[in-house]
């Protein structure tokens, strides 16, 4: 992404913090996995939101108005021998040159040249409660501030937090943002595809994980958004199973909940197949059901519409099709109002999407849900688990979960599908896998 786009976001940002106040934010750390070794670096999408830079042991200071420069970069000095072992680093003349920092300064003198920053300014915006060590920073510098204020010197008189503010701006995808999802989504959609063409009965559901991570890298993106979901049979009514040890079996369904990350942008993307190539009759109802659910909802995706329309709407389509199916027996609003539907689909329609595959941003404004906008982007995802234990239904439709799930980027007219590359009605995914073994 280029420096103008981080440029017109920090610009953005210090117009709504306002002259006469100031910003901090911190970098990522690193973080021990064992011994000598570390975990690779992820940076903080918020950090990494305003500074493209990516590196750990760095603090980005905003101030509106500053002669000096308004954006000041604390970071690692430039050091030949790190150079050497793990590789080059900007440093600070690399802040400046290659960063558009106004300013630089060395990490190590943060506590002596921070808290100079900080004078005179009324108010102090930063993740709150997010980062322990700045947390109690700021008090240190702003303690050694009233010391002075016999000199004239005012301390600031009010911390806020900085992410009401940036999360804000992060819902709202610029146009670079979203050419960096539609490639994320773009190679997550390649790769569940052949996920379902290389499925076969007797293989592990780690091989099938394998299989798409090792797209995603041959296709330039080395990190995954988030562990992936390849859960067979009964273990994908586990919302979140990761463990990814078990066979694959004939008869079993295979959901398989999986996204890359392209510089530092997430897709994601989940799709239910028959193992075999064909779904049973029970399969084959249950799965029709949430597909149609999880149409309805997309329908409901436009500007000026409730967030909570979607769910609204799978929930209406998932309770009259559990009742039609024999799952629950009632009223169908009665059902509803009494949350019975929950005993099968217990989670929300969806969530948004951007950096970090949960993102960030308000569902609700004044207690009320949010009404969507153009270049908000979010999952539409419904789902049915019913566990191999629940007596309450017949045994035909234990042990099977399934779970459908797109990313809608939300238009001036409607709303654009961005995962669309990968089958999910009956016929498509059957067809598909037909292909692979020959039995077309």
Not at 87 to 107: C, V
Not at 277 to 304: H, M, R, T
Not at 305 to 330: C, F, Q, R, Y
Not at 348 to 366: A, E, P, Q, T
Request: glycine share 8%.
């Amino acid at each position: 992404m280029k420096q103008t786009e981080f440029k017109k976001r920090r610009k953005q940002l210090m117009q709504r913090v306002g002259k006469g106040n100031i910003a901090l934010i911190g970098s990522a750390n690193v973080h021990t996995r064992n011994r000598d070794v570390d975990y690779p670096f992820r940076q903080d999408s918020d950090f990494y939101y305003l500074t493209g830079f990516n590196e750990p042991d760095g603090l980005a200071v905003f101030i509106p108005g500053r002669e000096q420069g308004e954006y000041i970069l604390f970071c690692r000095e430039f050091d030949k021998k790190k150079a050497l072992w793990e590789g080059a680093h900007a440093g600070l003349e690399g802040a400046t040159k290659h960063f558009a920092a106004d300013d630089s300064f060395p990490i190590d003198d943060l506590d002596e040249i921070l808290s100079g920053m900080l004078e005179n300014k009324t108010k102090v915006f930063y993740p709150m409660g997010r980062d322990s060590d700045l947390d109690h920073s700021l008090q240190v510098w702003i303690k050694h501030i009233r010391t002075q204020s016999r000199s004239g010197v005012v301390a600031p008189a009010e911390l806020a937090s900085l992410e009401p503010i940036l999360h804000e701006m992060r819902l709202f995808k610029s146009p670079a943002e979203l050419e960096l999802m539609r490639r994320a989504a773009e190679v997550s959609a390649e790769a569940h595809v052949k996920a379902m063409q290389l499925c076969r009965a007797g293989r592990y559901e780690y091989q099938v994980e394998a299989d798409i991570v090792h797209h995603f890298m041959q296709s330039g993106l080395r990190a995954v958004a988030y562990p992936s979901i390849v859960a067979g049979g009964s273990n994908a009514c586990t919302l979140h199973y990761t463990y990814n040890k078990d066979q694959l079996k004939n008869g079993d369904l295979l959901l398989i909940d999986a996204g890359a990350e392209c510089d530092h942008y997430a897709a994601d993307i989940t799709r239910t197949f028959p193992v075999s190539g064909k779904f049973s009759e029970a399969q084959a109802q249950l799965y029709q059901l949430v597909l149609d659910a999880q149409l309805a909802a997309i329908e409901q995706i436009k500007p000026d519409i409730p967030w909570n329309a979607a769910h609204d709407a799978s929930v209406e389509v998932m309770t009259k099709g559990l009742v039609k199916l024999g799952l629950l027996t009632g009223n169908v609003k009665k059902l509803i109002k009494a949350e019975k539907y929950k005993q099968f689909y217990m989670h929300r329609i969806g969530h948004w999407l951007g950096m970090d595959v949960h993102d960030v941003g308000d569902y609700k404004l004044n207690q009320e849900w949010r009404n969507l906008q153009p270049d908000m982007v979010l999952t539409i995802e419904p789902g049915l688990y019913i566990p191999e234990n629940c007596k309450t239904v017949e045994a035909r439709w234990r042990g099977i979960g399934i779970r459908i799930e797109d990313d809608i980027l939300v238009t001036k007219t409607g709303h654009e599908i961005l995962t669309n590359g990968v089958p999910k009605t009956i016929a498509d995914i059957e067809a598909l896998m037909a292909r692979e073994t020959g039995d077309e």
